[in-house]
């Protein structure tokens, strides 16, 4: 079943209280194609870099069947920059520096052999070049995922709106799910989202788990307590690759597996934070894949009978 | 099976973006015998009120099979009262009045009917008035749980250490079990705090469920999400009293059923948070109970086939 996605590759500069890396490949699109891949055959990539990304990343990512015949390669300009240094607890964080570079004028291309794709994700994007993409897909794909961020409903809500209208589902956090709906209680805040809308909604917590939303359906899918959460970017896009990955392989979008995939995502992302940028997820092994969702079936499965 | 609790019996003031009461029953050993009930015949209680405390509050309790031998009622004097307001978010609330008034001396008095108990709840008071009642019953229970708060760990860490030493279950909150053990992991804190005594323990997360720990095991249950919090006063109590009245209801202390009394404590503690002190409590029914437990189940449960 194929699986495209749409979003950024980039370098980051990153420093966690367990130490920095000054370089490193990262990007919404490329842990979520690392993610995806762990599940489905291939996941096609549209995206923008500058002459200074490196030929090892691109093989890198094509030995891992991420197609990348829609990776525009600008010469003469620079990769997406962004830095940022979190704090203690983890969950906070500071951006030092944002360099859009070839983002700025991004035009996303879609190549013919990725037209009739299944499975669409659009990355966190300017609302409108979202919609330009669905826009050039000559068949709407089966399922459309999508991710945003509060930059876009400060700044575009209207683009915004109009993209979210045509999604199947939405995947963002709990703060920017209480900022686009205005409601504090994730409940009202999910009527009134999908009331926008998207059919699903999933509302990440980070540490906390993920809730999943389908008309008057909710499942909670929780996090892992892990040891030590080393460096945190990325989990939300790996966990939307798991989660679309998975989905695109087993091509069913019943609320049912939609259940499994959200575990699926959240175990991929719990790898995700183990290490720095992507560096666990292309070490991580089906063997530990596996093993870490039977931890999550052990962590919360239980057994009453009601009277 | 005997279930006897330590504790507070009190009148708060509360005030949330919902309304305000100016005078309501409450304190910890109220909401956590209130919620014990629902499962084990009774629900035996040590506390000390003044004589403002209203006689028809004695009879409501005893209505509900609470036995009220061990409340002391001191002429003259006044009950504990505290004076709180919560924020927008719930989650945050300011203590505006905490008048001790009969809480300032203390001293346990455990009625002789009351020797033999099986189940004790230590509820949150001075680590001291803690250890008394565990020196004055004859005969150590079968289990004993301990809740305890922030205060202690700053002016009474010794004392806390020492009763800490001698409990079962410890139920704190997350930020509790941080400073505590001063690990932000949770499961480092988690490691840290069962190596001071505890073979058991509870991390409450208020909307983000709970986690429960025994040796190298965890469990976790969600919160319930929910369309409104009206008032979250009593909350952790009415677990508490959930999770140890299920596990004096069916007489077994292994981690399953202990999984079993932590989705039970989370149900009751759901519905406390539905309307103002105990209100809720008092006027729920053992059927919607066994519906919300339902909603546990299916919010949480999947059904994954590994490779």
Not at 33 to 41: M, Y
Not at 132 to 152: A, G, S
Not at 176 to 200: D, H, N, W
Request: charge should be negative.
């Amino acid at each position: 079943m194929s699986l495209l996605v749409v979003g950024t590759v980039a370098f980051d500069a990153l420093e966690t209280p367990f130490g920095k890396r000054d370089k490193i490949i990262g990007g919404s699109a490329t842990y979520f194609s690392l993610a995806a891949t762990f599940f489905t055959q291939q996941a096609n990539l549209v995206a923008v870099v500058g002459d200074d990304f490196e030929q090892s990343d691109i093989e890198m990512m094509q030995s891992r069947g991420i197609g990348t015949e829609g990776l525009q390669i600008k010469a003469g300009e620079k990769s997406f920059f962004w830095s940022g240094r979190y704090h203690e607890d983890m969950n906070t964080r500071d951006t030092l520096v944002t360099d859009l570079n070839v983002l700025a004028d991004f035009d996303p291309q879609i190549p013919d052999s990725y037209q009739g794709c299944e499975y669409l994700m659009l990355g966190n994007l300017t609302p409108t070049v979202q919609m330009q993409v669905l826009d050039r897909l000559k068949e709407r794909p089966k399922l459309v995922v999508m991710d945003t961020m509060n930059f876009w409903m400060e700044i575009a809500m209207d683009d915004l709106k109009k993209i979210m209208a045509r999604v199947d589902v939405l995947s963002i956090n709990d703060e920017e799910a209480r900022q686009l709906s205005g409601e504090y209680s994730l409940v009202k805040a999910a009527r009134a989202i999908m009331a926008m809308g998207p059919k699903f909604l999933i509302i990440k917590k980070g540490e906390h788990g993920a809730l999943l939303f389908h008309g008057n359906e909710a499942f909670f899918a929780p996090a892992l307590p892990l040891e030590e959460v080393f460096d945190p970017t990325g989990a939300g896009d790996s966990f939307a690759g798991g989660f679309l990955g998975y989905l695109a392989a087993t091509g069913d979008t019943s609320f049912e597996n939609m259940k499994r995939a959200v575990i699926n995502g959240s175990a991929i992302a719990s790898f995700c934070v183990e290490k720095f940028g992507p560096e666990r997820l292309a070490e991580l092994t089906k063997k530990e894949l596996n093993n870490r969702i039977q931890e999550f079936v052990d962590l919360v499965q239980f057994d009453i009978d009601l009277d």
